[in-house]
């Protein structure tokens, strides 16, 4: 599996690029935000390591340009550990964050769940189809397309996957700690950005009025359910 890792730091993409080639993954090297995009469209990845503070193009930026034509596992290497900036981070796309100091051992370990998640994704596809509906919502669980009166609406994984679990689940109220266990497969540390960084920005492209969503509601003082919208 091919990874692109974008790090102006020489010593932590040494590092990295070592430990992870022997682990069997082929490392693709970018040290600034113009080289990560252009490799990035001239080769297909499995996943993107993406420091925030890079040259020439910010790692934010290089995040949001992928993301207009991918849902490819990104994982944030950042010495930013303020929970707005990881709010952030999520919001604008990324699957995971981890900030340095770390150790490469943790970062395997949330390279392998990424990558483990996507393909199990990419794996439905082989499935008969099955069509979920709510409203002018129509998901489809075999491609991970969703469409909004026949619009496509592009969600990454992780938005898909807690607006398809609301759906299949109508008339339950996920807690963020449920939410958290079912859709990262993790377990719940008590940091609640992650969970409410993906509900809003999941409303964000899917409600008429984010502010007063249709489709998924919260429950004051339980969590969020899937909304009573024909």
Known sequence: MKILLVEDDPEISTMLKTFLSTENYEIITASDGEMACRKFYEEEYSLVLLDLMIPKISGMNVMKK????????????????????????????????????????????RIKANIRRNTQYAAKNQEPEALLKKGGLIMNSNNYTLTKDGKPIELTIKEFEILRLLMQNPNKVYTKEQLYSLVWKDSYLGDENAV??????????????????LYVVTVWGIGYKLGEIQ
Do not use: C, M, W
């Open 66 to 109: 992928i993301r207009e034509s991918s849902t490819v596992p990104i994982i944030i290497l950042s010495a930013k550990d303020t929970d707005s900036d990881k709010a952030l981070g999520l919001g604008l796309g990324a699957d995971d964050y981890i900030t340095k100091p770390f150790s490469v051992t943790e970062v395997l370990a």
């Open 196 to 213: 409410n960084v993906h509900i809003s920005r999941l409303r964000s492209k899917i409600e008429d009025d984010p502010r007063n969503p």
